[in-house]
């Protein structure tokens, strides 16, 4: 049986919204949460948070008639209890079958799926430049987006391709029209929205250094190379080079204030060094991240903040609610921005976590050598995004 191919259950089961369940999270509510799912499924992507109790029973346990005690001592209790699956279907069977036994139970209207779908904008309010940044957020895989806003124009750095209309929306809302689509580099963890927004008008951009990695659509869009400088309104975004985690990794310094970082730094770890050339090209690309982190990021103002296009559970929010941070704060906290060039090696390529799930996939077809229809693309950046090193190599916790 399709874990998802299940008759509606004799007994009323609630619904819960994604978003519901997202702010109990967020406000510290305790929740308590069964994850119908089978436990690879499971192990590799899960809800998570600091008050979140979570078991992972899978959904066939609760097929029998005779539900047996030795299953149900392993449903925890909840107030009310809130089951879920991958798209909705198995989750409300499995607490209705729990509601006949009498248990406090609700399910997750959509499931993960649509839990992958929540994508928030924050307002980045410790940015001092010209005009207004907002962070974009999705906390099922920790991807980060940003908004640049203006007067009436607006650019969108790492867009992914599921919220496309999205990003078209919220520059008009704020009254603006977007200009620009930015990518900082091939991403292996989601689908860009990029040529996308491209086709709705909005000038697609990708790094000059990426193309030479066979990018099929380069004579398409607009390149940024290092040094170029693009307006949006009266801000400036000027591109950077910073090579490590892919060789086409392109850094964009907004407003003299915030350098989006893509995948080379984030808040609590530096990139991982294998995703382009695997495991044998790994070193030297650790060795060109360093060059990179030393020369190119930390040489700026300490107070110009890092807005990485990635966040982990390790990660810690500013005062804002977004995952950004000072360079000077990171040189701080951060162990690898401090070592030397071996030691850094060394360390960056320490107990790396597993690859992106599809991520090869997900590479070709943002290179444009394959092609992928809105459903798959989403199917395909389902689960963490694993784009960065080894976080507590990289601290020395």
């Given amino acids: 049986m399709d874990a998802d191919d299940f008759p509606t259950p004799d007994v009323e089961v609630e619904e819960m919204e994604p978003a519901e369940l997202k702010n109990r999270i967020d406000d510290g509510e305790s929740v308590t949460i069964l994850d119908a799912r089978m436990e690879g499924d499971f192990d590799e992507w899960h809800i998570d948070g600091d008050a979140v109790e979570i078991a992972n029973v899978p959904y066939f346990h609760f097929l ?5 005690d030795d299953v149900l001592e392993q449903v925890p209790e909840g107030d009310p209890l809130v089951v879920l699956c991958a798209k909705g279907g198995a989750s409300e069977y499995v607490a209705g079958t729990l509601a006949e036994r009498g248990r406090d139970v609700v399910h997750l209207d959509g499931g993960m799926n649509e839990w992958a779908r929540i994508y928030e904008r924050v307002e980045v309010t410790d940015y001092d430049g010209p005009g207004t940044v907002y962070q974009y957020q999705r906390p099922s895989s920790g991807c980060l987006g940003y908004l640049v806003v203006d007067g009436d124009e607006a650019a969108v750095i790492d867009p992914l391709r599921e919220f496309t209309d999205r990003y078209v929306s919220d520059a008009a809302e704020l009254g603006a029209e977007l200009r620009y689509a930015f990518d900082t580099h091939i991403h292996a963890d989601h689908i860009s929205g990029v040529r996308n927004l491209d086709d709705r008008g909005v000038r697609g951009v990708i790094p000059a250094a990426a193309e030479p990695r066979g990018v099929t659509y380069a004579d ?71 060059e990179t982190l030393q020369e190119k990021i930390l040489t700026l103002d300490d107070d110009v903040l890092v807005a990485g296009a990635h966040f982990s559970d390790a990660a810690e929010p500013a005062a804002d609610g977004t995952f950004t941070a000072p360079i000077g704060d990171l040189v701080e906290e951060m162990d690898a921005l401090t070592v030397d060039e071996d030691e850094f090696v060394d360390i960056v390529l320490a107990d790396m976590p597993p690859r992106p799930a599809n991520y090869v996939d997900i590479i070709e077809t943002n290179l444009g050598q394959q092609t992928a229809t809105d459903e798959e693309a989403f199917e395909l950046e389902l689960g963490p995004n694993n784009c960065a090193a080894s976080q507590d190599a990289l601290t020395g916790d």
Avoid: W
């Fill in 64 to 68: 029998d008639d005779e539900l047996d």
């Fill in 220 to 290: 398409v869009l607009e390149d940024a190379a290092d040094g170029d400088v693009f307006t949006v309104g009266d801000v400036e975004i000027e591109v950077i080079h910073t090579p490590g985690h892919t060789t086409g990794m392109t850094s964009y310094l907004v407003g003299d204030s915030l350098l989006t970082t893509g995948d080379g730094l984030f808040v609590e770890s530096v990139a991982r060094p294998d995703l382009e050339e695997g495991d044998e090209g790994a070193p030297d690309a650790a060795r060109q991240l360093y």
